[in-house]
């Protein structure tokens, strides 16, 4: 198939993107900086394609004889919360101009990366992909007008749109300059590499859905390969189901780079936490759609952790001190 993979060289587009190459699909790399873009070993065989957000005819073309688009780019949560109105404007305005014009191009397949951040700032519970959105945070809404343009401009058309809301995904980059390092568990890797402890702001307690980032393009590639229910399966939940502590999820590192490593960072806690995070409630992202279409299950966190590891001590130094962002 030939597939389109805007943020082909981010973090989950890059991933994607090489994950279909080496299974034999024709794949489309989106970039808005062509003429400085450098390509890894593992995307060498793509076709590297300019993306101009702001001309309808630019996208139409690129979409011209595409089978399915994987729409991987957009503003994470730091720059959209410094940032609300570009962040609408991207997430949401030239999400609908891209699938309008995928639309008008018959791509069989429109798939569009959200968040399940957009249920709730703080998840609790068991959510489901019919669970009531209520996140005012841009990241959250910006993002919904994304899903929204989805699923209206696709709406009783040829193209079948699939809204897929991410949990905590970590893992390898496919390039050390990919912006990924905010994410908690890439964050606490780099940290265990670069400062030999891992510093957090919270006392841990706090659950989250962590999903490694092999088993998200293993997800996308069988959707993208085989048909699914169009009008059941328009929005699914991209999870593993199971809930982690961020102190376990800390711990498991630790031991990881025992083994990986040769030695175990030191976890540094704060003297002082909120006193609210004893309310913390358990945690149930369900993917029961997800199953339904899809035999990939939940894997063991532990390969993806050692890989990240080992990427960030081939990449990154060790350091006496340094500063990181807040968990």
């Excluded at 083994?259 to 006193?275: W, Y």
Aim: glycine letters at 6%.
């Amino acid at each position: 198939m030939r597939i389109l993979v805007t943020g082909g060289t981010g973090f989950i587009g890059g991933r994607i993107a090489a994950r279909l190459l080496s299974f034999g699909h024709e794949v489309l790399v989106g970039t808005r900086n062509i003429r400085t873009c450098y390509l890894q070993s593992e995307l060498q065989s793509a076709t590297l394609v300019q993306t101009d957000w702001d001309e309808e005819s630019s996208l139409l073309s690129l979409c011209k004889d595409v089978d399915i688009v994987i729409h991987a780019a957009g503003m994470n949560a730091a720059d959209c919360h410094a940032d609300p109105i570009a962040a609408l404007a991207f997430n949401g305005d030239v999400t609908a101009s891209l699938v309008a014009s995928a639309v008008k191009a018959c791509v069989k397949k429109f798939f569009y990366f959200s968040t399940v951040h957009v249920y709730s700032s703080l998840l609790e519970g068991r959510v489901t992909e019919d669970t009531i959105t209520v996140n005012k945070h841009p990241y959250a809404t910006s993002h919904l007008s994304g899903e929204n343009a989805i699923l209206e401009t696709t709406e009783n058309t040829a193209t079948q749109g699939l809204v897929l809301r991410l949990s905590n995904v970590f893992g390898v980059p496919i390039n050390v300059k990919v912006n990924c390092w905010m994410l908690l568990v890439n964050d606490l890797c780099r940290q265990a590499v670069e400062t030999h402890t891992m510093c957090l702001n919270s006392s841990g307690r706090q659950l989250r859905d962590f999903i490694a980032l092999k088993e998200v393009c293993q997800i996308v590639q069988h959707l993208a390969e085989v048909s699914s229910d169009r009008k059941h399966n328009r929005i699914l939940n991209i999870a593993s189901g199971q809930s982690m502590s961020v102190m376990a999820m800390s711990q498991l590192i630790q031991a990881r780079a025992r083994e990986v490593l040769g030695f175990e960072p030191e976890l540094i806690l704060p003297k002082v936490t909120d006193v609210r995070e004893t309310r913390y409630k358990n945690l149930e992202i369900n993917r029961e759609k997800l199953n339904g279409i899809c035999s990939i299950m939940p894997s063991d966190p532990s390969c993806e952790i050692d890989q990240l590891l080992s990427f960030c001590n081939k990449y990154f130094k060790y350091k006496e001190s340094t500063q990181h962002a807040p968990l």
